[in-house]
């Protein structure tokens, strides 16, 4: 009996046998951003308005709103920059300058444009998970505007205060 034990240990041995590993993982630091592509047109279906100055909201995107999703695991500040230049004709000439470009920020107060990068958004540390923030547009239009076909780009960018 003794042998055969001998032998079943001798078996079983290596499926006994154990090895351990360090494992280590580096996740770099990140800031992304996420928003649809699109087009940010206006609709000015009651042209011309009762009076001026009018102010027309954005009519292509859903419910009027632009949704940008941030994620970052940073810590530290960062911030959410909107540019919004002046809009000019395929020869360079000025169409609308871009302080006729209203937007706002989740449901805020209405700002201008200005055609520099704007701070709209600032947090400090990470995000759990995408954070989603609602831009919103609207033009506002003086009456002396020529006829054509307008489309307003806007450049949004994340940035990492050091």
Known sequence: MRPWLASLAL???PALAQATW???TLIPETIALRTPTTEIAFDLKDYPPKSFPAIYPASNLEGGVLPVQVFSNAPGVWSLLLQIPDLKDPGGALLLPARQVLYRVNGGLWLRA???PQIVYTQAGPTAGWLEIRL???LELLGNERAGS???QALVTALRQP
Do not use: R
Request: hydrophobic share 60%; no cysteine.
């Open 150 to 152: 307008y489309v307003v």
């Open 22 to 24: 360090i494992v280590q």
């Open 136 to 138: 919103e547009f609207a």
């Open 114 to 116: 200005d055609g520099t």
């Open 11 to 13: 078996l079983l041995a």
